[in-house]
């Protein structure tokens, strides 16, 4: 199968803000490869500060990285002058904080025909107003309320707002950058549960951050896990969840918190192996 997305040893540094000396660059993500099939969900996971959110960046062109290729469908992203139409029309995405990437004096209706506006010149109103609609239902809302601004929803409405405006021009990739972190635990489930049905209806594919690796071994094909910058594990989901290979993975496992008598047994198995390596 070719790959939706190839990214490889992608190199993102920032300039430090050494006042009165030069300092060298700080190296938010060193080399870092992976790749995403069509339609299917790549979970990655580090804890803050990894470099997750800088690679979903380099992907949506958001930052310009120092070194290293993004491919996707073959076409190099990292020599875009200008990000072209077709590109932020095949890759979308959405963020942590709903409320904060939605406009909050306009009406969903407006929100969710957006992109449509940009994106598809050729539709009139009458076809936007059915897309919209059709959109709305897809991500679980009444498109009755489609005239209420994003303050009269709740967090996880609005994450569905998002959803469905991220969906809107039937991208390819979302990058989904910790889009249930700000939600409550029931909301989360919900909310992943509609992530996934939207995927099996449309085949898009998902770059999904997150750090609860408990979750996102529900919604993942693949795992990638950061930790300073570096992708220090990658593989199929259950694996990495099952049997990480890096100690660093083991340790997130252990810091998920869980409330299943086996995935408790297990970490404390796992917590008992690390001391004994410690010995
Ligand atoms: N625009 C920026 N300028 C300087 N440093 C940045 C910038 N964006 C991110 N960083 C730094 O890069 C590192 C990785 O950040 P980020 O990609 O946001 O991590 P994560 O999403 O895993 O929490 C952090 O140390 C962060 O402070
Ligand atoms: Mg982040």
């Not at 709740?154 to 707002?161: H, N, P, V």
């Amino acid at each position: 199968m070719s790959a939706l997305l190839q990214i490889e040893n992608l190199r993102v540094t920032f300039k430090s803000s050494g006042l009165f000396r030069k300092t060298a660059p700080f190296v938010a993500v060193d080399d870092v490869s992976l790749r995403i099939e069509p339609g299917q969900t790549l979970g990655l996971v580090g804890e803050s500060g990894s470099g997750k959110t800088t690679v979903a960046r380099s992907v949506l062109r958001l930052v310009r990285p120092e070194s290293g290729s993004i491919k996707f469908q073959g076409t190099e992203v990292t020599e875009f002058g200008r990000v072209p139409k077709w590109y932020r029309s095949k890759v979308q995405a959405i963020f942590q904080d709903p409320t904060a990437s939605l406009n909050p004096s306009w009406t969903v209706r407006d929100i969710v025909a957006e992109p449509l506006r940009v994106h598809e010149a050729k539709m009139n109103s009458g076809a936007i107003e059915a897309r919209v609609a059709e959109l709305l239902q897809l991500v679980g809302l009444d498109p009755a309320l489609d005239h209420q601004r994003p303050a009269a929803f709740s967090g996880g409405q609005r994450q569905r707002i998002g959803i469905a405006r991220a969906l809107a021009t039937e991208p390819e990739l979302i990058v989904c950058d910790e889009p249930v972190s700000a939600l409550d635990v029931s909301t989360q489930s919900t909310i992943v549960n509609l992530l996934n049905r939207v995927q099996r209806e449309t085949g898009v594919a998902y770059l999904f951050i997150g750090h609860d690796l408990g979750l996102m071994r529900h919604m993942s094909d693949r795992l990638a896990v950061m930790y300073h910058g570096k992708l220090v594990e990658e593989g199929p989901a259950e694996q990495v969840y099952q049997d990480p290979q890096n100690d660093y993975t083991r340790l997130l496992l252990d810091a998920a918190p869980s409330y299943d008598p086996a995935e408790q047994r297990r970490k404390r198995e796992i917590r008992r192996a690390l001391a004994a390596t410690a010995n």
